[in-house]
Each structure stands twice: as structure tokens, then as C-alpha cells.
């Protein structure tokens, strides 16, 4: 199915789609170098509460560890909303089985 397809299909109501939330999440954190931007973040938290600013470190933290947990939370919508948008997309998260269509609405 082309990309165009996917689409026409999709809006018609057509097909069934399913995203695969755990691949979707490992897709979607190395697309935006998740690990690269939360280690230090986390680490900066933890010098702060050491350094005596421990509500900031907290507060830090959490953030970093909640972000996390958002960008695994909404990765299955995320994939499937530029899978509709993006061709080049849509082909890579189809041909890793991030993405699975079947026919009937």
C-alpha cells in the first residue's frame, strides 16, 4: 500500500491501524536523542540537590524522568500522525512493523 493509499484509506475509515507503542517509544527517543539530552539533565539535578539545592535537584529530576514517560506515553500518536504526513515515514516505521495496517474499518 502507497503511501497515498494509506492515507485515502485512513480518512475513509477503511482500515485498521495498530502502532506498536514499545517501538514506537524506542523510535521516537532516538529520533530526538532522548539519552543524549536526559543524562545530563539527571545528572545536573542530582549536582544540585549535592550542592544543597536539593528541591531544584528534585524538582529537576522529576522533570527529566517525566518527560521520559511523556514522550513514551504519546509516541504511538506521534508515529501515527507524521505517518500520515510524511511518505519517507511512513515507509520506515511500515517496514520495521512499527506501523501495521489491515484492511476493514
Do not use: C, W
Amino acid at each position: 500500500m502507497t503511501h497515498q493509499e494509506f492515507v485515502r484509506a485512513y480518512e475513509q475509515g477503511a482500515i485498521q491501524v495498530r502502532v506498536d507503542r514499545a517501538a514506537a517509544a524506542r523510535l521516537l527517543s532516538a529520533r530526538l536523542l532522548l539519552p543524549l539530552v536526559l543524562l545530563p539533565v539527571l545528572g545536573a539535578s542530582v549536582a544540585l540537590a549535592l550542592a544543597g539545592y536539593l528541591f531544584t535537584g528534585i524538582a529537576l529530576f522529576l522533570a527529566g524522568v517525566g518527560v521520559r514517560f511523556l514522550v513514551r506515553a504519546t509516541s504511538n500518536g506521534f508515529v501515527l500522525n507524521h505517518a500520515l504526513q510524511d511518505a519517507a515515514l511512513y515507509e520506515e516505521v511500515k517496514s520495521k512493523n512499527i506501523l501495521v495496517v489491515n484492511p476493514g474499518g
